[in-house]
């Protein structure tokens, strides 16, 4: 009878710690000196690994609105005040682990704009059934999003159509969640340096300053261009304050 209650009790032992318990893992991305990045600018991709295997446990998209602007940029923080509500955006990783694992968070934002995607990753171990829930995990990338707008790729201009020999050129530039850059705005203007290098034949022959237009996260400039040939234009974006960057690159052709 006592080998028959030992047994059973064994057996039932091996069987619980078999049991995978489902597990919960929020993670959320966030642009630096900036907000969130959620539906709106095309979400972050999500990978979650075990460490020890690198077998895939997780992968998605963050989804949801990129915050409150005024809790997130405009407010002091007390320690454990959260920085999020349920429409913030964010990916919910559910797990089902059976022991303590650490796992990789890998992230690559904004999906939706490859050129200025940027990657970044942590680790976190899991205990079975013990959730990460609110804010969750939260990984914070540098970097701005920055199109240049005109000339477009590979465009072919007659050198007799421009007028005075001069080019003009246009860029958009936004924060990495996507949010807006205008004058005296949250994001001001002012904070953002807007240069271009214009090579022809890949040599450089200039260096020049954009100025912010008036149209919200446009800057433009102009290009003097006094030869036919194969040009190559660079423009950057640098913001001190936050030390965030970016950078866009194409090339045109003048006949």
Same mark, same amino acid.
């Given at each position: 009878?006592?080998?028959?209650?030992?047994?059973?009790?064994?057996?039932?032992?091996?069987?619980?710690?078999?049991?995978?318990?489902?597990?919960?893992?929020?993670?959320?991305?966030?642009?630096?000196?900036?907000?969130?990045?959620?539906?709106?600018?095309?979400?972050?991709?999500?990978?979650?690994?075990?460490?020890?295997?690198?077998?895939?446990?997780?992968?998605?998209?963050?989804? !949801?609105?990129?915050?409150?602007?005024?809790?997130?940029?405009?407010?002091?923080?007390?320690?454990?005040?959260?920085?999020?509500?349920?429409?913030?955006?964010?990916?919910?990783?559910?797990?089902?682990?059976?022991?303590?694992?650490?796992?990789?968070?890998?992230?690559?934002?904004?999906?939706?704009?490859?050129?200025?995607?940027?990657?970044?990753?942590?680790?976190?171990?899991?205990?079975?059934?013990?959730?990460?829930?609110?804010?969750?995990?939260?990984?914070?990338?540098?970097?701005?999003?920055?199109?240049?707008?005109?000339?477009?790729?590979?465009?072919?201009?007659?050198?007799?159509?421009?007028?005075?020999?001069?080019?003009?050129?246009?860029?958009?530039?936004?924060?990495?969640?996507?949010?807006?850059?205008?004058?005296?705005?949250?994001?001001?203007?002012?904070?953002?340096?807007?240069?271009?290098?214009?090579?022809?034949?890949?040599?450089?022959?200039?260096?020049?300053?954009?100025?912010?237009?008036?149209?919200?996260?446009?800057?433009?400039?102009?290009?003097?261009?006094?030869?036919? !040939?194969?040009?190559?234009?660079?423009?950057?974006?640098?913001?001190?304050?936050?030390?965030?960057?970016?950078?866009?690159?194409?090339?045109?052709?003048?006949?």
């Amino acid at each position: 009878m006592k080998k028959n209650i030992l047994l059973s009790f064994c057996i039932a032992f091996l069987s619980f710690k078999a049991i995978a318990t489902p597990t919960k893992l929020t993670v959320r991305v966030k642009a630096k000196d900036a907000k969130f990045i959620g539906t709106p600018i095309g979400g972050a991709y999500v990978l979650v690994k075990n460490h020890q295997t690198c077998a895939l446990l997780s992968n998605g998209l963050t989804s !949801g609105s990129s915050g409150d602007t005024k809790l997130l940029l405009q407010t002091t923080h007390n320690r454990y005040q959260s920085l999020t509500d349920e429409k913030t955006a964010k990916y919910v990783a559910e797990l089902d682990i059976k022991e303590p694992t650490l796992v990789d968070i890998e992230v690559n934002a904004p999906v939706s704009r490859k050129g200025s995607a940027i990657k970044a990753s942590t680790q976190v171990w899991l205990i079975p059934g013990k959730d990460i829930l609110g804010d969750g995990i939260i990984l914070e990338l540098p970097g701005l999003i920055l199109d240049i707008l005109a000339p477009t790729t590979h465009q072919i201009i007659p050198l007799e159509s421009l007028k005075e020999k001069t080019l003009l050129f246009k860029i958009s530039l936004t924060m990495l969640c996507g949010c807006p850059i205008s004058k005296d705005g949250v994001w001001d203007a002012a904070d953002f340096e807007v240069g271009a290098v214009l090579k022809k034949e890949g040599i450089e022959v200039g260096k020049y300053t954009l100025s912010k237009a008036q149209e919200t996260n446009i800057f433009e400039g102009k290009l003097p261009i006094l030869e036919k !040939g194969n040009y190559e234009l660079q423009v950057y974006a640098f913001q001190a304050k936050g030390n965030n960057s970016g950078v866009d690159i194409i090339n045109f052709v003048i006949q």
